[in-house]
């Protein structure tokens, strides 16, 4: 074993060593094309951390891509005997471009010719008391492949964390607590609509959030459905049905006012468990047996979406953006049974740690408080509490807070507090480390007291390292990915541990929300955690703010970067969320109890998501738009035939339909006429609750004052008298009836007529049967022989017609036509011969109507236009 002989040695050594310029970069390591083998590849080094009695061994292959033959190729490795003296040289070697070590360590060497694209596989190994390793810490190390000439094939840049020769116990540690991401992006528009396919490969064994879900889990998940009915098992039907039932529209406050004082003390949740973890404040810890304790980051939208595709058929999106002009091509898919299976197994294992949640969707909170948005912000506090006992059955712990991207306003903290929050996970950029400090500062740190909160409980962050979450960024897809990935991450929690301060310190390793690990390196991280001897796994809840005196003041205060402002979502984009709220609104208005429907829809729409993608959130927009369109025309007037009155007045049957299939409605009916003069509109119903799916049918009195054709507005309005729907439906009446009414009154003149003439035609037919009887009479007696008998007859019959006058209260004379009414025409003689008796008896001339010239005496006009008498 080689060692230094002191200090004076080991600094001469650093400054001989340490500053040579660098000769190859971090490219050199790539693949020259995307998809194409890297010319140097670290498959393992073992072990991970190395002690002074280990052996290293480094193992991997080399890939000749320069595309010409080439000889003698040797892989060494180079390694400095001095460590890291930071974490930013740490960082800056890793890239490559900064000193290169040259302390020479194994190589091993391939005699002849390697061709294009041909592969050596090569293994280096040497005890580490060989390599002259000075004490704990991290080490540089190269892995490199050169050719016979001396040229580079290819380089990785990695570490050698050491623990020299030291006792366990005496090795440096500390805590590191993990938050376990299950996140994804929005992935619908309306609750029915998926904006693609990707979650359901999500869900899957192989896919992001199967594996997450397995990895930190820890143990083996079946991701098989078995035999039984999932739906049934997991209650999913019963969820959907609580689904459609009107859901209370309660706020936080009335939650917590509502709470019954058992439940307000959080002692268990529904399981029985504790609902307020596991540390001095009581209650029994989660579940879990085995492995390292994470905390579950769950995004309860995401958790609402896998339930959706999971509990019934839903349509899933072709390509949203191929021509936002025209409807996207969409595909109706059954209830996922990954999906199913995912949730059942996420059920089990989730419920064995803490699960803390985000806002629903990953709301831009500082957005919307900021454009008085405050009921949108407060809306998705809520929805994700109810997403989460719906889809899991269980609770997150509302103590933390998971603010969108580890960053927060004072108003942002406000309204956690205000929802019960005390405990803030954030990263480094809300609560940065004090100019002054060199060192990993501990992940408590103190925030000043904002709104209504728990009492008695002192705000604080938790705050993630921005180191860490780089790392586990970091490639791992790729052959030797893995590998090296998995070193860094303990090369980094090596120097975190190694650092001297003093004061026992928390980590918090959190990915970032859309983690994408293989398998390997996310099994890796956690075993990681329990074997490298300076690490001790910590749960988040019992990491706890330490006492006021005890504190360092180590971190800055609540701090909102700059680029935060330009990074939120915009005043016009929102403004163009608050005009779908606002035909969202006038949909509610119309639905029995206080059912909103859309609400989820609207709040995925404000999600941190969108903040740098323009035209998909306006695809997504219009789709809800237009989904909030249709759901209103569901609640529609039934165009029917054009109504016909037969007479003055009658009714007619408006029907109103109901088609959404989940809700209830209650809507007032209004119907008024284009011409009121012509047809009015009687008394009718117009109010009225439909049931989902049903219709009715409202009878409406109509009077109609002429005859001809009258349009009838007719719309569906709430409350508030405001109409549903953009277009009225038209009803055309048609009054035809008052026609009869005319030939009654037509007939009925005719009758009053006929009453009139009636009289005058039987005196008439009386003298013609009187002057008959007279003129037999006469005719008897001079056949009798007794005188002349003229003069007598017409002295008798002059009698008769007397006293037939006389009894009937009449004159001899007819009454006059107009004109002549009181006079005879002047000249005339007061008897003549009834003209046309063709008689030689005298008897009154009877009054000829008055005929109009051109007129015959019957009323018929003739051809000619002259009069004439018959």
């Excluded at 052996?55 to 180079?78: F, K, Y």
């Excluded at 803390?356 to 407060?378: F, G, I, K, W």
């Amino acid at each position: 074993m080689r060692r230094t002989a002191s200090a004076a040695a080991v600094m001469a050594m650093t400054a001989a060593l340490l500053p040579i310029p660098a000769t190859l970069s971090s490219a050199s390591a790539e693949p020259e094309e995307e998809g194409s083998a890297a010319p140097l590849v670290v498959d393992r080094i073992t072990p991970d951390a190395i002690g002074e009695d280990s052996t290293l061994r480094v193992a991997g292959e080399v890939t000749n891509t320069t595309g010409e033959t080439v000889e003698d190729v040797t892989v060494r490795m180079r390694y400095s005997r001095h460590p890291f003296t930071s974490r930013d040289e740490l960082d800056k070697f890793a890239t490559g471009e900064d000193w290169q070590p040259n302390a020479s360590g194994p190589d091993e060497e391939f005699d002849g010719e390697l061709v294009p694209d041909g592969t050596l596989e090569y293994s280096l190994s040497t005890p580490v008391e060989d390599l002259g390793l000075s004490s704990y810490g991290v080490y540089p190390m190269i892995i490199e492949a050169v050719d016979g000439d001396g040229d580079t094939l290819g380089a990785q840049y990695t570490f050698l964390p050491y623990t020299a020769d030291s006792d366990e116990d005496d090795v440096p540690s500390v805590d590191l607590a993990w938050v376990w991401p299950l996140m994804d992006d929005p992935q619908r528009a309306d609750d029915d609509t998926f904006l693609s396919g990707d979650l359901h490969d999500s869900v899957g064994a192989g896919g992001r959030l199967g594996r997450l879900l397995e990895s930190g889990a820890q143990v083996p998940l079946s991701f098989e459905a078995g035999d039984e009915d999932l739906i049934e098992e997991l209650g999913l039907d019963e969820a959907e049905e609580a689904e459609e039932a009107p859901a209370e529209n309660a706020t936080a406050e009335d939650d917590a006012d509502s709470a019954t004082p058992e439940e307000d003390e959080g002692d268990e949740d529904e399981n029985g468990e504790d609902t307020e973890g596991s540390d001095e404040e009581g209650g029994a810890p989660p579940a879990r047996t085995e492995g390292i304790p994470v905390t579950w980051a769950v995004d309860p939208s995401t958790l609402d979406d896998i339930l959706r595709m999971a509990t019934a058929e839903h349509e899933v999106i072709e390509d949203l953006l191929t021509d936002p002009a025209e409807e996207p091509v969409r595909h109706t898919r059954d209830p996922n049974t990954a999906a199913q299976v995912w949730l059942r197994e996420a059920r089990e294992v989730l419920a064995a740690d803490t699960v803390v949640a985000s806002p629903y969707a990953n709301t831009d909170l500082a957005a919307l408080l900021r454009n008085d948005m405050d009921s949108d912000a407060q809306a998705s506090l809520r929805l994700g509490q109810e997403a989460l006992a719906r889809s899991l059955g269980l609770s997150a712990d509302d103590r933390f807070a998971v603010p969108a991207e580890g960053i927060m306003e004072e108003n942002v903290q406000e309204l956690f507090t205000e929802n019960g929050a005390y405990r803030f996970l954030l990263n480094e950029e809300a609560v940065p480390p004090a100019s002054w400090i060199s060192t990993t500062p501990t992940a408590q740190a103190p925030l000043p007291a904002s709104g209504d909160g728990a009492e008695g409980e002192e705000p604080y962050a938790l705050v993630s390292d921005s180191g860490l979450t780089d790392v586990l960024s970091m490639p791992s897809w790729e052959p030797g990915e893995s590998t090296l990935a998995l070193q860094r991450f303990a090369a980094e929690t090596a120097m975190i541990a190694g650092e001297s301060t003093g004061d026992e310190r928390v980590v918090i390793a959190a990915p970032e929300p859309g983690w994408d690990p293989s398998p390997e390196f996310a099994a890796g991280v956690l075993d990681a955690t329990d074997s490298l001897p300076w690490l001790s796994p910590e749960r988040l809840d019992r990491v706890e703010l330490s006492e006021a005196e005890d504190r360092e003041e180590t971190r800055k205060g609540l701090t909102y970067p700059d680029h935060a402002y330009g990074d939120e979502l915009s005043s016009t984009y929102l403004g163009q969320i608050e005009d779908v709220g606002r035909d969202v609104r006038l949909f509610n208005s119309i639905l029995v109890g206080d059912s909103d429907p859309f609400r989820p829809a609207l709040v995925r729409l404000e999600s941190v998501y969108w903040r740098d993608r323009e035209a998909m959130a306006g695809a997504t927009r219009s789709l809800v738009g237009r989904s909030v369109q249709s759901r209103r025309e569901d609640v529609r007037v039934i165009p029917g035939d054009p109504v016909t009155l037969a007479s003055s007045t009658g009714t007619t049957g408006v029907l109103v339909a109901n088609d959404l299939e989940d809700e209830a409605v209650y809507v007032y009916l209004s119907l008024y006429s284009e011409n009121s003069e012509r047809l009015s509109i009687g008394e009718y119903t117009h109010h009225f609750e439909i049931a989902p799916g049903a219709r009715t049918t409202v009878y409406v009195p109509l009077s109609a004052r002429i005859n001809g054709s009258t349009n009838v507005q007719v719309s569906l309005q709430n409350a508030a008298g405001e109409p549903i729907s953009s277009q009225d439906t038209v009803i055309q009446v048609n009054a035809t009836g008052l026609g009869t009414q005319a030939l009654m009154i037509s007939g009925i003149g005719l009758l009053i007529l006929i009453a009139a003439l009636a009289p005058r035609a039987l005196r008439k037919w009386a003298r013609k049967q009187a002057a008959k009887a007279n003129a037999t009479a006469t005719a008897a007696k001079d056949g009798d022989g007794d005188g002349d008998g003229d003069g007598d007859g017409t002295e008798e019959s002059e009698a008769t017609e007397d006293a037939e006058a006389k009894a009937e209260g009449t004159g001899t004379a007819e009454p006059a036509e107009p004109g002549e009414r009181g006079s005879e025409a002047p000249g005339a003689d007061e008897t003549s011969t009834e003209a046309g008796s063709g008689e030689g008896t005298d008897t009154p001339r009877e009054a000829e109507p008055h005929t109009p010239a051109g007129t015959e005496p019957d009323g018929e006009s003739r051809p000619d236009g002259s009069g004439a008498g018959k």
